[in-house]
């Protein structure tokens, strides 16, 4: 059975972006985890997916500020996924009983004992939501100085040869397949900025995949418009498409998986440079092939500073996440210590419950 690993909420250049109630529409039983939070919710998941990795495939989204907790669990195979709800918009239960449970960890806390932590609560949560707009704004402007290294390469676009290019690819991936049905997309990250600096899961997601393409390049030579070409065009073919988004601009993509078509195609430059290892990996150069001219020697000083002023944001925005992590920590451990153990499993046999409970009728 495979288990497979993605994000889907990250601190982006364009606030907190999740893809969550795109997940949610594709499933036919949704169980929510409110009023928790990741280290309260995530060992729960952790052990729910242990329950059922040898039984059928498992996907585990995981927390961009604490990559080693799980924000969701979804069972593919049987369409049923449990959710941290405080990651997610909150919205009204659409189908409460039919499609959706609830429960609320608000029910399990020991109300004496957040009384003594009140005041303290009320500021790490002001201090939690300072820093993370100040990461955000650290974001916003590494993505200006981004931008301008993109502008400085896409006046060198040939847009006629990269138009050319990427239809004989998309003729290569593709061919003459089509299929009399609708399709789904998913909407996810194959990475995230962190307080560690850089994660992805790109060589994970892919690993059963026998042809991956490693698209290689600078910024602004068209690498993200080529994969939602790709994209737009196996969805209107009929085939189920993974749409993986950048972390750092969730406009941008960085990968496309069309796993009945056993092809990934993705962004392999840094923050998340991969190289081919194996039989049927192959580089797509977009530089070579979509350049013309000589934009890294003409323009070589200008480069360096911008890409300069890129990473000394970035790094501050790191920082920021540190101190995030920090600080979430401090507010998350005063509502761990305060929650009922009893509570705790009796939540977990409730979703195990209502996850077999709902197993008969998913299609397998």
Not at 211 to 218: A, E, H, L, S, V
Request: a negative charge.
């Amino acid at each position: 059975m495979a288990q497979f690993d993605y994000f889907m909420g990250g601190t982006t250049a364009k606030g907190y972006v999740q893809f969550y109630d795109n997940a949610v529409e594709q499933l036919d039983h949704v169980i929510y985890l409110d009023g928790g939070f990741t280290t309260i919710i995530s060992p729960l998941l952790e052990r729910l997916a242990n329950d059922y990795s040898s039984l059928t495939d498992v996907e585990t989204v995981r927390s961009h500020l604490m990559p080693t907790c799980f924000e969701a669990v979804i069972l593919p195979d049987y369409r049923i996924g449990i959710f941290d709800r405080t990651k997610m918009q909150q919205k009204r239960l659409s189908l409460p009983g039919l499609k959706e449970h609830l429960i609320y960890f608000g029910d399990g806390y020991e109300l004496n004992r957040l009384n003594k932590h009140h005041q303290q609560l009320l500021d790490l949560k002001k201090t939690i939501h300072d820093i993370h707009y100040t990461a955000i704004q650290h974001f916003e402007r590494a993505l200006d100085h981004h931008e301008k290294v993109e502008s400085v390469y896409s006046d060198y676009l040939n847009i006629r040869r990269a138009n050319e290019h990427t239809t004989e690819l998309m003729d290569a991936l593709l061919k003459d397949k089509q299929q009399d049905r609708v399709a789904s997309v998913k909407h996810r990250y194959l990475g995230a900025a962190t307080p560690d600096g850089p994660v992805d899961y790109v060589l994970d997601l892919t690993d059963k995949i026998t042809n991956r393409y490693f698209i290689k390049g600078r910024s602004g030579t068209g690498k993200s418009t080529m994969l939602r070409k790709i994209a737009h065009e196996a969805h209107d073919r009929g085939f189920d498409v993974e749409v993986y988004h950048c972390g750092f601009d969730p406009g941008s993509l960085d990968m496309v998986i069309v796993r009945e078509l056993n092809f990934a195609i993705f962004d392999a430059t840094p923050p998340h440079q991969h190289k081919p290892v194996r039989q049927g990996d192959l580089i797509f150069d977009v530089y070579e092939r979509f350049i013309d001219g000589h934009p890294d020697a003409l323009h070589r000083e200008k480069l360096i500073k911008y890409k300069q002023m890129y990473q000394d944001e970035m790094a501050e925005a790191r920082a920021q996440l540190n101190k995030l992590q920090e600080k979430q920590h401090e507010f998350e451990t005063i509502y761990r210590e305060a929650l009922s153990e009893t509570f705790f499993e009796e939540s977990y046999h409730r979703v195990r419950h209502w996850v077999e409970e709902a197993k008969p009728y998913a299609p397998l």
